[in-house]
């Protein structure tokens, strides 16, 4: 199967802890992207990367840090300098920029 | 900065109405602009694209429009069903920034039987 995950599908946080959200996708795109989404609000783009070894902040990457160092995964680390991670992320891919397929989401809660 | 606008934030019909989910942004210079679907704890589905070039899209019972001038695009769902119950957003990319997508807040959706 072709496609995007996400894991794990829940996490919980204590206060000060840093936790890595998982995205891996074999649809063999060279771009992939994190966003944060907050109920009844759009999604705002955390983090993206274009190629391996290369990626951009977004409107919102602080608190939050990434690497791309293979070019099926991007995992996303919240770090303790996030002082609201409670919200639902989302990975997505794109082979261009004509769209972007996006994962099931990963829901964050801190304790 | 470009901004995009959905109103309304939630919308209730009765099954087999017709309707339409406006978007409108501020920033005419748009690259494309992309309507997904987002079902409750669930990622976004893409249903419609729309080319800066051009001025509509139909898939089945959807039609997304697009008129840069005015800054605004519809998406128009025929017919709807209980199944068409989900948030829909909109999302565009701009002319300089063609890789990022910037979002609607959404309009929630439900269709009653």
């Known amino acids: 199967d072709g496609g995007i995950t996400q894991s794990p599908k829940y996490l919980f946080r204590k206060e000060g802890q840093n936790v890595t959200l998982s995205c891996e996708q074999n649809l063999n795109h060279d771009a992939m992207y994190w966003y944060r989404q907050d109920p009844g609000q759009g999604l705002r783009l955390i983090y993206y990367s274009q190629i391996v070894n290369d990626f951009q902040k977004g409107d919102i990457a602080e608190g939050y840090s990434v690497s791309r160092e293979k070019k099926e995964s991007f995992p996303l680390t919240v770090t303790s300098a996030q002082k609201n991670p409670t919200a639902f992320y989302l990975c997505?891919?794109?082979?261009?920029?004509?769209?972007?397929?996006f994962g099931p989401g990963t829901r964050l809660t801190v304790l | 900065k470009q901004e995009v606008t959905q109103i309304p934030a939630a919308l209730s019909v009765p099954e087999g109405e017709n309707l339409v989910l406006n978007c409108s942004f501020t920033d005419s210079a748009i690259y494309n602009l992309q309507w997904f679907r987002q079902d409750p704890g669930k990622g976004l589905t893409s249903l419609l694209l729309i080319q800066s070039s051009q001025r509509e899209q139909t898939s089945g019972r959807l039609n997304a429009s697009l008129d840069k001038s005015s800054g605004r695009s519809t998406l128009y769902i025929a017919a709807s069903q209980p199944g068409d119950s989900a948030t829909y957003l909109c999302?565009?990319?701009?002319?300089?920034?063609?890789?990022?997508?910037?979002f609607g807040s959404g309009t929630r959706l439900l269709v009653r039987p």
């Open positions: 997505a891919s794109s082979p261009s920029v004509d769209t972007q397929y």
């Open positions: 999302a565009l990319r701009r002319m300089d920034s063609s890789y990022k997508l910037i």
